[in-house]
Nanobody, 121 residues
Framework: QVQLVESGGGLVQPGGSLRLSCAAS????????MGWYRQAPGKQRELVAT???????NYADSVKGRFTISRDNAKNTVYLQMNSLKPEDTAVYYC???????????????WGQGTQVTVSS
């Protein structure tokens, strides 16, 4: 089994910052990509940012220049530093990891429980 535990969400004023963390644990042989997604009420879940094991990043246009994704491979942890937050960033943020549990396993995606980020004055 693989578990992703997220932390760092909360209420912040526009222009403020938050740092989200997500630690993967359990039966893990290797992790390739890790990423953050978000979902606002009534909307589909959307990609925010992803990062490969080698550190190659990809960002949604809406967050580029404001958010930074990073990871600590030794800790199986991915972070999302969110700066210059806007009300439209309000959503539940979900961590995702592409995990190979054994040498013979395919890569499967696992999700965290989600953490609420609310940007409001």
């Amino acid at each position: 089994q693989v578990q992703l535990v997220e932390s760092g969400g909360g209420l912040v004023q526009p222009g403020g910052s938050l740092r989200l963390s997500c630690a993967a644990s359990g039966s893990i042989f290797s992790i390739n990509a890790m990423g953050w997604y978000r979902q606002a009420p009534g909307k589909q879940r959307e990609l925010v940012a992803t990062i490969t094991r080698a550190g190659i990043t990809n960002y949604a246009d809406s967050v580029k220049g404001r958010f930074t994704i990073s990871r600590d491979n030794a800790k199986n942890t991915v972070y999302l530093q969110m700066n210059s937050l806007k009300p439209e960033d309000t959503a539940v943020y979900y961590c995702n990891s592409e995990v190979r549990q054994t040498f013979y396993s395919s890569r499967d995606h696992y999700w965290g429980q989600g953490t609420q980020v609310t940007v409001s004055s």
